[in-house]
C-alpha cells in the first residue's frame, strides 16, 4: 500500500478564495502526478472559504478525462469541507462524468443551446 498524502487546498492556492480555473490548474497538476505515481491522497479543504465550479472542474474535474472513476475513488478522499462545496463537487463530478463520457455529444449541444 502506498503512502498517503494530503494535499491542502489551502496551500496550493495560497489563499481562502478558490475560484480561479488557474489555481485550479495547480492544484489538479499534483493531484494528476499523486495519481499516475499510485498514492493515496487525502485532499483538505482547510481554511478554504470560498469554491466555485470554474476552480473544481480545473482542480478535480478534468482528472476524469485522464482516470477512470474507480481509479479516481480509490486514490482519492475529500476532508475537510463544507456541505454546500461537497454538493458543488459532486455537481462538478457528475458533469464531468457525462462530459468524459461523450465530449462531441456534448459540445454540440452546448452549441444548440447558444442560439437559444
Known amino acids: 500500500m502506498s503512502e498517503e498524502i494530503t ?6 492556492v495560497g489563499s481562502p478564495l478558490c475560484v480561479a480555473s488557474d489555481d ?3 492544484v489538479y497538476e499534483r493531484l494528476n502526478t499523486a495519481i499516475e505515481a499510485e498514492r493515496d491522497i487525502v485532499v483538505s479543504f482547510k481554511n478554504v ?3 466555485t465550479s470554474a ?3 480545473a482542480a478535480i474535474g478534468q482528472l476524469y478525462g485522464v482516470f477512470d472513476e474507480e481509479q479516481i ?11 454546500d462545496d461537497l454538493a458543488l463537487l ?5 458533469n464531468a462524468k457525462l462530459y468524459f463520457k461523450d465530449p ?3 459540445e454540440r449541444v452546448l452549441d444548440e443551446t447558444k442560439d437559444i
Open 73 to 83: 475513488r480509490s486514490k482519492l478522499k475529500v476532508e475537510d469541507a463544507e456541505q
Open 104 to 106: 462531441e455529444r456534448f
Open 24 to 26: 485550479g490548474q495547480k
Open 55 to 57: 476552480f473544481l472542474n
Open 7 to 12: 494535499v491542502s487546498i489551502f496551500e496550493v
Open 90 to 94: 459532486k455537481r462538478v463530478i457528475d
Open 49 to 51: 472559504s470560498t469554491l
